[in-house]
Structures are given as C-alpha cells and as structure tokens.
C-alpha cells in the first residue's frame, strides 16, 4: 500500500472521505512502534475508512538544551513504513502551516497533572503537546486518534482534554512495543552507543522488577486467603506437607508489601545501573494513578502506573507499566 504526502490542510480536507478516520499522530523517524499504531488505526477504521499519520516535529514541545536540531527527520522513510503499515496519507505540514502567524499566543493549558513527573523535568513540554495536538485534531478532522502507552502521561493529558472540552474525538490508547531486549521502542535509541543502550537496559529491567515482586505478593495474598486459620485445616495441612507454604505465604501476606515494594523493587535495579559505566542518571521513578498522575499510596486499590525517566549519556528515555493493585486483579 502507498501513502500519499500532503503538506497542506487544504489537501487532506480536499479528499473525499466514507467510513470511519483513524489519525495517528508522530514526530517522523517512524519505528516499528509507530507502525503498530497504524496497523491498529487501520482494523479501527476498516476497508472502507482512513488512516491518516501525522509528521510533524512539533518547536513548541522542545524546551531550552532540548534535542530539536538533533531530532531525526527521515520523511521519505516514514511514508515508505506508513504505507507498508496501512496509511493512507501521511500529512507533514510545515510550522508555518501549523502556526501561520507564528508561535500561538493562545495555548493549551496542561493543568495540574501537566506540572508532575515529565512536566515538573521538563516545563512547558505539556502545554507545547496539547497545543499541537488540539491543532492537528482540528486539522485533521479524525473520528479516533490514536496514541502509544509508553507516553502514558502523555495519553492521560490527550484523554483529559478531549474530555474536559468536549472534542467528540474517540481516544485510544495502544500497549508499548519493545525491542528483543526489552528497551521500549523510541526513535531517541539511536542515539545511544552499545555500552549506553546496555545501561538503558536498567529502565525496563526495573520496571519488570517491580511488576514481577506485585505479582509474587499478590499471588501469596491470595494463597494466604484460601488457608482458612482453623485447627483442623492446619493439622491437614501439615500432613500433606504444606503447612510451611501456608505458613510462608501468610507471613508475605501481612507484611509491607504493595506499592512500597514495588518501588522498592524497582529502585534497586536504578540503583545498581547508576555504578555502571556509562552510569545511568535517574531522573524518577513513580507509582501513580492515572487519572491524575499523583503519587499512590500503600492503601490504594486500582489500576495504576509504575513510570520512569532516566539519563544515559546525552540521551534521556522514559518507560512504563501498568499495575493493577487490590481484589481487581494481579500486574498487568
């Protein structure tokens, strides 16, 4: 399949549409991630929509000493990949066409939830996001966007606008693809030397360490709840051999555990890439609800994100997974 390039809005309104448009939105130097979105964005809009990808390296979500001029630009690529992937336009205005009169004077707010974590580090960026992405929504005009989890506060602050001012654009949000080694896909990887991308490891390797010590905790939990504490089940137990099992999980059961485990887990593996050479330089490490992006606490029950941001030499990467704390279920 062949994508058509539009560099205008002109262009893409001009095309006749039936069914369903399905927009999926990037800053070119498109990987194997972008092209998991586009094949979801294709089964949503079916044989007779659209998919539309965006390219546009967006000035406003860079701030001071940020990697603009350093960003990879590779467009005639990315219509190459966005066309195997399932595209049928891929629309790559330039800054005039998105700000004809310049930087917008009138801007996206962000919030609250948009000064925490990636918004406290790097200020501004989620204002810059918003703006443009309530740009190429007008512009493109879809009936769904959709964009990947591993920029889950990202997602979040997409999902919260089109809520909180009323868009009528279906949001979607598509699991994080990674690499054989387990480093999430990102186009900023290819910055990184073979002894940088062997630290970078850290990042994915402590979020699995905290999901791995949720769901040994939850498994025990729920061991512990099936050995009822009555005499005779112990005399059973002890029997069959099982009653130091029974005895172990109980012990697991009620003692710290949860979200302070979790990050427990997950910091010790930070900590140890923080020795190595090239060292890795944390930036942090957080456990947080979703809906707002606050801290949980050891009380907490629900679906929650376990997120990190982290420096390796001149590169700085971020990753995340979803958990899911209490009677609703084990790690995601």
Same mark, same amino acid.
């Given at each position: 399949m062949t994508a058509t390039l539009l560099r205008t809005a002109a262009e893409l309104h001009a095309r006749a549409r039936t069914g369903r448009r399905a927009v999926v939105m990037t800053m070119g130097a498109l990987h194997e991630g972008h092209a998991t979105l586009i094949r979801a964005a294709r089964k949503?809009? $079916?044989?007779?929509?659209?998919?539309?990808?965006?390219?546009?390296?967006?000035?406003? %979500?860079?701030?001071? $000493?940020?990697?603009?001029? *350093?960003?990879?630009? !590779?467009?005639?690529?990315?219509? &190459?990949?966005?066309?195997?992937?399932?595209?049928?336009?891929?629309?790559?205005?330039?800054?005039? &066409?998105?700000?004809?009169?310049? &930087?917008? %004077?009138?801007?996206?707010?962000? $919030?609250?939830?948009?000064? =925490?974590?990636?918004?406290?580090?790097r200020p501004g960026h989620f204002d810059g996001m918003l703006t443009v992405v309530a740009k190429l929504l007008h512009l493109t005009r879809p009936d769904v966007a959709l964009y990947g989890q591993k920029d889950a506060q990202q997602l979040a602050l997409i999902r919260r606008m089109v809520r909180d001012l009323n868009f009528g654009i279906e949001i979607v949000g598509v699991p994080t693809v990674r690499e054989e080694d387990g480093l999430a896909l990102s186009s900023r990887n290819r910055y990184l030397s073979p002894a940088e991308r062997r630290t970078a490891l850290a990042l994915s390797q402590a979020l699995f360490a905290g999901r791995d =010590?949720?769901?040994? %905790?939850?498994?025990? *939990?729920?061991?512990?709840?099936?050995?009822?504490? !009555?005499?005779? =089940?112990? &005399?059973a137990l002890s029997a069959i051999g099982e009653s130091r099992a029974?005895?172990?999980?109980? /012990?697991?059961? !009620? !003692? /710290?555990? $949860?979200?302070?485990?979790? =990050?427990?887990?997950? *910091?010790?593996?930070?900590?140890?890439?923080?020795?190595?050479?090239?060292?890795?330089?944390?930036d942090y490490l957080a456990l947080v609800d979703p809906s707002d992006f606050t801290d949980i606490g050891d009380d907490f029950t629900g679906e929650a994100v376990l997120a990190v941001a982290a420096r390796v030499g001149a590169t700085r990467l971020i990753d995340n997974i979803p958990l899911t704390f209490g009677n609703l279920g084990a790690a995601s």
């Open positions: 949503i809009a $079916g044989p007779d929509g659209e998919v539309v990808v965006t390219v546009f390296v967006n000035p406003l %979500q860079f701030g001071a $000493g940020e990697d603009l001029d *350093r960003y990879p630009r !590779t467009l005639d690529a990315d219509v &190459e990949l966005a066309g195997r992937s399932g595209a049928d336009a891929v629309f790559a205005p330039s800054v005039d &066409e998105v700000y004809p009169g310049g &930087e917008p %004077q009138v801007r996206i707010s962000a $919030g609250p939830m948009g000064g =925490r974590l990636e918004g406290a580090a =010590r949720h769901a040994a %905790q939850e498994a025990l *939990r729920a061991r512990a709840r099936e050995v009822p504490a !009555t005499r005779a =089940r112990a &005399e029974a005895a172990d999980a109980h /012990a697991v059961a !009620t !003692t /710290a555990g $949860g979200p302070a485990a979790v =990050r427990a887990a997950a *910091r010790l593996v930070l900590d140890e890439a923080a020795r190595l050479d090239p060292p890795l330089t944390l």
